[in-house]
């Protein structure tokens, strides 16, 4: 058994999976009410088509796109609608969004099915995948039907369905990929021939050996051209680039694109949410969300409705021991901490991580030592040290000059730092800071 993994750089953080990796993702009763953000993804936001007081159905569009780079919002709860405003966002603080009082019906509004899948053209299943208001899962939310629509210059020879899930704590993936093998087989082939890729690679680390497993037993009684990968458990292999040199051992250039290489990565649950498009007419109005960490009673994972109120899911999960300090989307090493719990759960919402006092920095930090553990510690080659301390002292030029901008922001650097300098916090100023400089010319 072959395992695979990137070539430099990375770390091995506690993994903390077993709080929740045997928890089966659990339905919990609809939630009375919801509130569902505007801005779900990469691009723009999408835009209301919907009036306060109106009705609506499950599965009902109450936004459309606001561009190409942009996806359609979807009701997740049938009910009447009963603001139209600003409220607290998980990633952006505030932002406009739609509030749904559910009626209690859960009646549902499906899209339009496919009579035979298997036939329809490319361009009509990045059509439905637009439709159906899909995003990447993982956490980035790019618009899938975007990435399944490359340039007629740019020839994708790989599909690769990352189920690296190399986060700590998280177990969203690892529970989607067990239970859900057939739709995320299903799913992934429809992706490979909405980009005519002729080979497909399903990767996971080899501490989810019984979903590698499964895979190779079922995929090669479903395609010959899919084939299941294992990889070595180091973070961040679940970074595009860094999941593609471990897989295929190619490399985006500096500034590049997987396609410019002629690959496509798409998440596991990604894969998983096309097939209930296309088969079953569900747009993305729910997913697993795992709630975990030492914060809460009894960590599990739960398939939440977009837009559920982070509190509603954390009760479901037996509330908050006496000592929970912190609330992070995402996992401890790239999510976003919250400054509420009255916020939504959005399309990216893979966890929601509650930590313990005993496990928060107190945010002082020291001057760089010069260590150099940062530097070994950077997937990406990058000469952190010598980035952090320019961004610090906002020498933005000087940050680009060592390509602050190819920095993947995992966090690995920080994580090895001694002086706990919050390196990620410095890199994404320097690289906000140098976008604005460029769009003001």
Do not use: W
């Amino acid at each position: 058994m072959k395992i695979i993994t990137f070539k430099r750089g990375g770390v091995h953080p506690p993994e903390k999976k077993e709080l929740s990796k045997d928890r089966s993702a659990k339905k919990v009763k609809i939630p009375e009410r919801v509130v569902i953000p505007m801005q779900q993804h990469i691009g723009a936001p999408a835009v209301p088509v919907v009036n306060v007081g109106d009705a609506v159905k499950k599965g009902q569009i109450i936004a459309k796109a606001g561009g190409f780079i942009s996806v359609p919002v979807h009701a997740s709860i049938s009910g009447k609608i009963t603001s139209i405003d600003d409220f607290s966002h998980p990633v952006f603080s505030k932002g406009k969004a739609i509030e749904i009082e559910s009626d209690g019906l859960d009646s549902s509004m499906q899209m339009k099915v496919s009579v035979q899948p298997e036939k329809l053209t490319p361009r009509e299943i990045v059509n439905i995948i637009s439709d159906a208001g899909i995003v990447g899962m993982g956490g980035a939310m790019f618009p899938t039907h975007v990435k399944l629509s490359p340039p007629s210059d740019k020839k994708i020879d790989a599909l690769i369905i990352n189920g690296a899930e190399c986060e700590p704590y998280i177990t969203a993936d690892y529970r989607s990929m067990l239970e859900q093998t057939q739709e995320l087989m299903r799913g992934a082939k429809l992706m490979m021939k909405a980009v005519n890729a002729k080979k497909c690679y399903i990767a996971v680390e080899e501490n989810k050996l019984d979903v590698y497993d499964k895979f190779s037993e079922e995929l090669p009684r479903f395609s010959k051209d899919m084939i299941p990968v294992l990889l070595k458990v180091r973070y961040p292999q679940g970074a595009e680039k860094q999941l593609i040199k471990a897989v295929l051992n190619l490399e985006v250039p500096s500034g590049g694109l997987p396609m410019d290489i002629g690959v496509v990565v798409q998440n596991a649950a990604t894969a998983v949410a096309v097939c209930e498009a296309i088969y079953s007419g569900k747009p993305l109005v729910e997913r697993i969300v795992t709630v975990t960490g030492e914060g809460v009673v009894h960590p599990t994972n739960i398939r939440a409705r977009i837009g559920t109120c982070f509190l509603d899911l954390i009760e479901h999960a037996g509330g908050l021991n006496e000592s929970a300090a912190k609330v992070i989307m995402g996992g401890p090493m790239m999510g976003i901490a919250q400054y509420s719990l009255d916020v939504p759960v959005i399309k990216g919402t893979s966890s929601i991580l509650v930590l313990n006092q005993d496990q928060i920095n107190d945010y002082s930090y020291l001057a760089c030592i010069k260590c150099g553990r940062c530097v070994e510690a950077c997937p990406m080659g990058l000469f952190a040290s010598v980035m952090g301390n320019a961004a610090e002292k906002e020498m933005y030029e000087l940050a680009e000059e060592y390509n602050v901008a190819d920095c993947i922001e995992c966090g690995s650097c920080a994580y090895v730092c001694p002086s706990k300098r919050p390196l990620v916090q410095f890199f994404k100023q320097a690289k906000a800071s140098i976008t604005r400089r460029k769009k003001n010319g």
